[in-house]
């Protein structure tokens, strides 16, 4: 059973230097039915203009996952960790007994668009942490890889929760599967061009709950990119 979440339902907030959508309830978007998915709790979807970003400011008991469409976005935080992160990596932060960060766009010219994923961790009081990952192309290329997991392998960052996030980027008309373990349910997020999944037709932006199937196909007809929330 597939529940779509469209695009342009999400919820929004704009500033000078900021244009973010939100799919689940964040900030001053408070919605009662999307509070989030699991322990899947914020897709944010992010431009930030040339010279923008967000100021330091304190998290906690949090995983943050950071995913960069376009742009480069320039990394600080209490830990001492600092860098810059591009299109094909992917950056974790738990936040754990807190952390303060900051977040810029890299370039004083160029915007940067990126998602911005918060899951719930499983334990609290964790000590802060912090990793960045190059994704590896060729097995996201017209297939699912998983690139985040509680057991993750040297290419995967590390979540502290029983969640995957899978990524499958396709060059044109081509099809994946991701197959689902009982007992467990998908947040499907497009990030980019039209794809369809189990008869519905989404395009970039739009997401789609997924429960109770054993097999997700996901069909492109052009270029796209799909992340995939595998949860308990």
């Known amino acids: ?32 039915q999307h509070m989030g998915f699991g322990p899947l709790r914020v897709i944010n979807e992010d431009r930030v203009a040339p010279g923008g970003g967000f ?7 949090m995983e943050i996952i950071t995913y960069p469409l376009e742009g480069a976005l320039a990394h600080k935080d209490s830990l001492g960790s600092g860098s810059v992160i591009r299109p094909g990596e992917i950056q974790r932060m738990s936040a754990g007994t807190g952390i303060v960060h900051s977040e810029f766009n890299a370039s004083n010219s160029e915007p940067v668009h990126f998602l911005q994923i918060w899951i ?17 192309t060729e097995a996201v290329r017209n297939k699912f890889a998983r690139v985040a997991s509680s ?6 960052v590390r979540l502290v929760q029983d969640a995957e996030i899978w990524v499958a980027r396709f ?3 081509e099809e994946a599967v991701h197959k ?13 061009g039209n794809v369809e999944v189990l008869g519905q037709k989404l ?30």
């Open 1 to 32: 059973m597939l529940t779509l979440r469209k695009a342009d339902e999400r919820g929004k907030t704009r500033i000078d230097w900021l244009d973010s959508k939100h799919t689940f309830s964040f900030g001053e978007y408070h919605h009662p």
């Open 55 to 61: 100021q330091p400011h304190p998290h906690r008991d």
């Open 120 to 136: 719930v961790p499983s334990e609290k009081n964790l000590d802060p942490s912090y990793e960045q990952k190059a994704i590896d």
């Open 151 to 156: 057991e993750p392998l040297p290419n995967e």
């Open 171 to 173: 060059e044109g008309e």
């Open 180 to 192: 689902l373990q009982p007992g467990r349910k998908v947040w499907l997020h497009v990030a980019r």
């Open 203 to 232: 395009s970039a932006g739009d997401a789609a709950a997924i429960v109770d199937e054993e097999d997700i196909l996901v069909r492109a007809r052009e270029p796209a990119e799909v992340l995939l929330f595998d949860v308990a």
